[in-house]
Nanobody
């Protein structure tokens, strides 16, 4: 079955860290560009980061220097390491597959809440 399953969300205090995981099944992660996007409360979807087939990475300005996207090809899993978390990082985080067109596969999302 072709699917993406996220995990790793939770509640952390400002300044804390979390690592999100996105396990892929039914296809090879390194054959696609993969994205992390998020949706904050009452907001639309925002691009967070992406990784290319050659491990090239890009980040939104709001997370640059704090978040790191990576991929473990042996585990077929995408990661998002998040450090120095801020209240504005509170969102539902999704991983998504980009076939060089509209995203064609999404995970179910994992909630990240930053609160003191």
């Amino acid at each position: 079955q072709v699917q993406l399953v996220e995990s790793g969300g939770g509640v952390v205090q400002p300044g804390g860290s979390l690592t999100l995981s996105c396990r892929a099944s039914g296809f090879a992660l390194n054959s696609y560009y993969m994205y992390w996007v998020r949706q904050g409360p009452g907001k639309g979807l925002d691009w967070v980061s992406n990784i290319g087939k050659g491990d090239d990475t890009e980040y939104a300005d709001s997370v640059k220097g704090r978040f790191t996207i990576s991929r473990d090809n042996a585990k077929n899993t995408l990661y998002l390491q998040m450090r120095n978390l801020k209240p504005e990082d509170t969102a539902l985080y999704y991983c998504a597959r980009d076939p060089l067109g509209p995203f064609d596969l999404w995970g179910q999302g994992t909630q990240v809440t930053i609160s003191s």
